[in-house]
Structures are given as C-alpha cells and as structure tokens.
C-alpha cells in the first residue's frame, strides 16, 4: 500500500527502496517454504527418533531399578554392606562414553556443515540463478523492478476502475 501510495505522489526513488524491500521479503518467504518443505520429512524422523529414545531410556531406568532393587536385597540376605566401588566405575565409564558421544557430535556438526557448503555451490538452483542472471532463462524470483511493474499495473487498474463512469 505505501509502496503504491509513493508511486501516486510520482516518488520513484522511495517507490523503488519499498519495491526492493517487497521483492527480498517474498524471496525470504519462498526460501522459507521450500526449506520448510524440503526439511519437514527429516524433522518428522528426528521427533520420532527421540520419543524412541526417550522410550528406550524409560525402560532402561526401569531395568536399572530394577537391578538396583534386587541387588540391595541380595547384599542384604547375606548382611554384608553394598560396595561402592562398582558403581563409581560404571559412572566413569558413562561418564567416558558421554564425553567420545559429544565429541562425535561436533565432528558430525562439522562434517555436516562442510557438507552443506559443497551442497549449495553445487545445487542446480544456485547454477540456475546464475544463469539466470546473465540472461538465459526466466529468473527464479522476483525483483524490485518485477514488483514495481506489478504495483503500476494493479495501480493504473484502480484508477482506470475509479474513472470509469457510474451507470
């Protein structure tokens, strides 16, 4: 509407900054839809893979109870005092993996971010928007130029409507 407004008052160069600022909006939106659209399947996989693992780790802690519940009345038939020693060394040992765990995520991370460099350099949108740049082909998306020719457009439409005579 303001864009519109500034082309009426006849200012092209405010007219052109909000029509700039319209075409970078609607690329935003579009990358927004298609990244939304290309990472939903994967995100569904995630959201599943961690209420399996939530599941798994419920179970575990049942079993670890469990255990824990059995071997305190085993020690306490023989009336002999629950060692420590054990215990500590399974927690050093989770304690071990968690860390070589977190550690690996951060080589992922980092593999997957190289990864996605190469992707986007290489992607055939990248490669046609390049082209499209230099003229071959019709441009994936609009430009200040695009959205100032559609507002005149829907403009002069207003005013030729507006003029027409009332029957």
């Not at 399947?41 to 599941?55: G, K, M, N, S």
């Given at each position: 509407m303001r864009?519109?407004?500034a082309l009426r008052a006849g200012d092209e160069t405010l007219a052109r900054e909000g029509a700039e600022a319209i075409a970078a909006l609607?690329?935003?939106r579009d990358s927004y839809r298609a990244a939304k659209a290309l990472f939903e399947?994967?995100?569904?996989?995630?959201?599943?893979?961690?209420?399996?693992?939530?599941?798994r780790?419920?179970?575990v802690e049942r079993g670890r109870r469990l255990a824990r519940a059995a071997e305190s009345i085993r020690v306490m038939r023989r009336g002999g005092?629950?060692?420590e020693g054990p215990h500590r060394a399974t927690l050093s040992e989770a304690e071990a993996t968690l860390s070589r765990?977190?550690?690996?995520?951060?080589?992922i991370r980092a593999a997957d971010e190289a990864l996605d460099e190469l992707e986007a350099a290489s992607r055939p949108e990248t490669i046609a928007q390049k082209l499209a740049s230099k003229g071959f082909g019709p441009r994936g998306r609009a430009t200040a130029d695009?959205?100032?020719s559609r507002l005149r457009a829907r403009a002069e439409g207003v005013a030729a409507t507006s003029a027409a005579p009332q029957a």
């Open positions: 864009v519109a407004a609607e690329a935003d399947p994967e995100i569904q996989r995630l959201r599943d893979y961690v209420a399996q693992a939530q599941e780790l419920l179970a005092v629950e060692e765990l977190r550690d690996r995520q951060v080589e695009d959205v100032l």
